[in-house]
């Protein structure tokens, strides 16, 4: 996410029917309520079985199972040495099962507990696998050297089979993460990373149970970088808020979907997102490059639109952190786009941009590259008209036009000769709406 214009559009994407009003002002915006949840990517993970079965059901293929194998030996699946460990955004995961078959694999992942990395490999010279996801159905063509790269799959996804197809022997290989925590602050499990995308943490906190959060920092001149601030929340009653302040004075607050834990990966358990100092004007309008600011997060019972006031809630979790990042590398239909972006365990790096004015419709193909291209939609000022990505004329993720616009629909394309658009529906465009593709290139 990027800032307080992705606040704002997150705030916007949970505000069904509201009118698209134009650009609010700066105080509405910081009195509007925090982004409620977003997805889980990363828990706490358990070691489980791995079931495998032959695509074609009057086939009965015995597969090899690496359980139980001595970890001091080689282990070889499809003629491959496969790794014993592998890394994901810093974060360690050590290998629990393997198994091979022929031409295709089903993998019920539904008895672990947390994200999985899963590699393959194949015999003979064709490396193509293409992997298919009961959760999604969309397939990905994957091209790499044995056991050289893996998809996550997070634990909403666990319970969806997974598919891998090749032409002969197939094998994959699932990990699951350790404790082992990378660097950065770790409390009870927890992490905020040293490394996030292209940030680096500067200030963290994650409070005890019950208690509030604190962190100071010091401005910095937005055209050198700047500084975002994550929060984190678990163990929030539905009928309480968690408020952000800065320098005592309430910036916005928002209900926590958190959960009853703090995730093992605080950053992609983040709440909400805000820049620091763009997101101040309306709070502290002398603040400037340079000043300290504390940052302040607590719970209040929910007040609706009134000045909310601390209460105490025995088990609640709270943790806050500022990362310093570059300067964007665009801007795209008003919103900065950053230079490396994190998406599906992986490392992702700009590449290229496609944005159309006063249009209905902006379409591109991908740019060329030895690898897989994220590719991720621009909106702003788009009236109430629904915007949908498309790839070769299908949907693949839309959002309600209503509210400020940003960043959405982040999709891995593995076919080079797609044909992707963003498109607005339900109302024509406005002399200044503006539509952009934004494509990434994989770095891990």
């Not at 290998?95 to 694999?105: H, Q």
């Not at 929910?302 to 300067?327: C, F, I, K």
Request: with cysteine; proline share 6%.
């Amino acid at each position: 996410m990027n800032g307080t214009e992705d606040l704002r559009s997150t705030l916007a994407r949970h505000a069904e029917g509201v009118e698209d009003t134009g650009l609010a002002d700066r105080a509405t915006a910081v009195r509007g309520r925090v982004a409620a949840a977003r997805r889980r990517r990363r828990t706490a993970a358990a070691a489980g079985a791995v079931a495998v079965a032959a695509a074609v059901a009057a086939v009965a293929v015995l597969p090899t199972v690496l359980t139980g194998a001595d970890p001091d030996r080689p282990r070889f699946l499809a003629g491959a040495e496969v790794p014993t460990a592998m890394t994901s955004l810093g974060f360690t995961y050590e290998l629990a099962d393997g198994v091979e078959a022929e031409d295709r694999l089903r993998l019920d992942l539904s008895d672990y507990d947390g994200p999985v990395l899963v590699s393959w490999a194949t015999a003979g010279d064709d490396d193509r696998v293409v992997l298919r996801s009961s959760f999604d159905r969309r397939a990905e063509v994957e091209r790499a050297a044995d056991f050289s790269t893996y998809r996550l799959v997070p634990r909403e996804e666990l319970g969806s089979p997974l598919l891998l197809r090749s032409d002969g022997q197939i094998a994959a290989a699932v990990y699951t993460m350790t404790d082992a925590a990378p660097a950065g602050l770790t409390v009870d499990g927890s992490t905020w990373r040293q490394e996030v995308a292209d940030g680096t943490l500067v200030e963290a906190s994650v409070s005890g149970p019950g208690e509030s959060s604190s962190i100071s920092a010091t401005l910095r001149d937005p055209a050198e970088g700047g500084l975002v601030q994550h929060v984190a929340c678990a163990g929030v009653p539905a009928d309480h808020v968690v408020v952000q302040a800065v320098d005592d004075v309430p910036a916005s607050w928002g209900p926590c979907a958190g959960g009853a834990a703090l995730p093992r990966d605080l950053v992609e358990g983040a709440e909400s997102v805000t820049d620091l100092p763009p997101g101040l004007d309306g709070l502290l309008p002398a603040a400037r490059a340079g000043d300290q600011v504390d940052l302040d997060l607590y719970v209040a019972k929910d007040p609706g639109l009134d000045d909310p006031v601390e209460v105490d809630v025995p088990g609640v979790r709270l943790a806050q952190a500022v990362y310093e990042v570059p300067a964007p590398v665009a801007r795209v239909a008003g919103f900065d786009v950053p230079r490396v972006v994190e998406q599906d365990g992986h490392l992702w790096r700009y590449r290229d941009r496609v944005v159309s004015t006063g249009e209905a419709r902006v379409a591109a193909t991908a740019p060329a590259t030895d690898g897989p291209v994220l590719v991720e939609g621009y909106r702003g000022r788009t009236g109430g008209a629904l915007v949908a990505l498309r790839r070769d004329g299908v949907t693949e993720v839309s959002a309600s036009g209503a509210g400020l616009g940003g960043r959405f629909g982040a999709v891995a394309e593995y076919d080079p000769d797609a044909r992707w658009s963003l498109v607005l529906r339900g109302a024509p465009p406005r002399d200044d709406t503006e539509l952009g593709l934004v494509f990434y290139e994989r770095l891990d």
